[in-house]
């Protein structure tokens, strides 16, 4: 992974301090004890890697068993112990191990300390993670129920949401082409509901910030 490309001191003191809004480059969604910040955000999303740096509750976890279909990932804890199940394998890292998760492997990681997690990461290419990440950060932080990962609980609400970004992850234990059929099934009943997958508000882009 690159050098972290940011200056001596510009790592915050607390990731949940202060407002979360689009125009800057943390976000947090408290209810899932988790905060990200972006630290090098790619310049062509087809090609450059997006990198950040994660916070996690002594309790938090990422999404489920998963897969990104067309993305590497690379995860590094910085302070605590980061749980990894890659496949079949399940080890815990400590500060100087890393680890890499190929595209379309079955993954999941969470804070396998006592204290909050602070880890290193990226994914290649970035894509529209940064987006995907910012919604669904920002959706549970302003009151939307979500699962103890920070995932959206309103199926229809969350398949028009996965439907625009079925390039970022996918369940690994239900066939992809299943849940793709499950997710457009839902997502036109999320349509008609009045969900959308447009959300200015988290994308500092279309905010104005």
Do not use: C
Not at 94 to 123: I, Q, S
Not at 170 to 186: H, N, T
Request: glycine letters at 12%; aromatic letters at 6%.
């Amino acid at each position: 992974m690159p050098d972290d490309p940011r200056p001596s001191g510009a790592r915050p003191t607390d990731p949940f301090a202060g407002p979360h809004t689009p125009d800057r480059d943390r976000v947090a969604s408290p209810v899932s004890g988790k905060a990200v910040e972006f630290v090098e955000t790619p310049t062509d999303p087809d090609s450059d890697p997006l990198l950040f740096e994660m916070w996690l509750a002594h309790d938090g976890h990422g999404p489920m068993l998963h897969v990104h279909p067309e993305q590497d990932e690379e995860l590094e804890p910085l302070s605590g112990r980061l749980g990894v199940r890659i496949g079949s394998d399940t080890r815990v890292l400590t500060p100087g191990e890393r680890v890499v998760v190929p595209a379309d492997t079955p993954h999941r990681f969470w804070n396998a300390g006592d204290g909050r997690l602070h880890l290193r990461g990226g994914v290649w290419p970035g894509l529209r993670t940064e987006a995907f990440m910012r919604i669904v950060y920002g959706l549970p932080r302003d009151g939307e129920p979500a699962t103890p990962s920070g995932m959206v609980l309103n199926p229809l609400r969350l398949s028009v949401l996965l439907e625009e970004y079925d390039d970022m992850l996918w369940l690994a234990r239900v066939p992809p082409g299943l849940q793709r059929a499950g997710v457009r099934a839902l997502a036109h009943l999320g349509r008609a509901a009045g969900y959308t997958n447009h959300y200015p508000e988290y994308l500092p882009d279309e905010s104005g910030g």
